[in-house]
């Protein structure tokens, strides 16, 4: 009954995470003023993939064929370092959020080396930008969730969303903020990325699993679904002004604000245009300074908590 506990949250994410897309895409057919693919669309692409073979090239090692299984599985268990519920326990330790990044940072590492197995200078490029973009994401990740851990005087990512109190607003937004922008570069999303672009010559994500098919393209979709799911859940937790509300009231509450911010992110890239290469530097610059400040503020006494 004990281990139950542990996998609520990867079972929620599992159930959940494939509609997280459909929100958004909803959302920027509504801005487009079209009518848009249905919201559980990627289940049902999902459902087709599993139901197909997979086309390996001679070309490619073990690496292309075991990469998929290993990015899913990595992601998945990230998922499970998260409380979806406050009352439930999972996964936690002193510093738990490193593991949470390291296994993040591991579906990455084998994304990559998929990508550079085929031996495409397509997916090379695509797979040489996805290294340079989280060696400049990861430090705002971590500097955003140290500044969460710090003004809640604890190490733990447990810890601290299942805490009850008053929290620091002006601290959470310098925090989720930036979270936010790492959010939108992690996942490929506009305006860092365009995930339904068609030109291999500016795809980042996309173009490193262009020789994917059948289950392992099915794998990739799912572990990118889930990615986007804990990040999400990520801000929600820290954004969520109350806790303890009760099992069946903190999952609708939950559930609910991790949709608005897909409908947020849909807006955000029905308003904006994917920025140009030599410009994503800039804006996650941007980000880092203000990561960096709520950092600074938490660890200063200028701010009384």
């Keep these: 009954m004990e281990i139950i506990k542990f996998l609520i949250t990867p079972f929620v994410a599992l159930l959940t995470a494939p509609l997280l897309f459909g929100i958004i895409n909803k959302t920027k057919a509504f801005f487009a003023g079209r009518k848009g693919a249905p919201v559980l669309q990627l289940y049902f692409d999902l459902y087709r993939l599993f139901h197909k073979s997979s086309v390996i090239s001679k070309t490619t090692s073990g690496i292309f064929k075991f990469a998929p299984v290993i ?52 997916e ?59 959010m939108l570069t992690e996942n490929a999303r506009i305006p860092f990325d365009d995930p ?21 393209l099915a794998l990739f979709e799912y572990a990118s679904s889930l990615k986007l799911w804990i990040f999400n859940l990520l801000i929600v937790k820290i954004i969520m002004p109350f806790n303890n509300l009760g099992t069946l009231t903190e999952i609708i509450t939950t559930l609910l604000f991790m949709f608005i911010i897909c409908i947020v992110i849909g807006i955000t890239e029905s308003v904006m245009a994917r920025s140009r290469l030599i410009k994503i530097p800039q ?14 503020l938490s660890i200063s006494n200028v701010i009384k908590w």
């Design 71 to 122: 990015v899913f599985g990595s992601t998945l268990a990230a998922s499970a370092m998260i409380p979806f519920i406050s009352t439930l326990t999972c996964f936690h330790f002193t510093a738990d959020f490193i593991l949470l990044f390291y296994l993040l940072g591991m579906a990455r590492f084998f994304l990559i080396l998929s990508a550079m197995d085929t031996g495409s200078a397509f």
């Design 124 to 182: 090379g490029m695509g797979a040489s930008r996805e290294a340079f973009f989280s060696a400049l994401t990861e430090p705002i990740v971590f500097v955003s969730i140290l500044t969460i851990l710090h003004s809640n005087h604890s190490t733990s990512l447990f810890a601290v969303f299942t805490l009850c109190g008053d929290k620091n607003w002006i601290i959470i937004l310098l925090a989720s903020l930036p979270l936010f922008v790492a």
């Design 196 to 216: 339904n672009t068609h030109l291999e010559l500016t795809m980042i994500h996309e173009v490193m699993i262009l020789d994917n098919s059948g289950v392992d």
């Design 283 to 296: 804006l996650l610059y941007s980000a880092a300074v203000i990561a960096g400040l709520g950092f600074f």
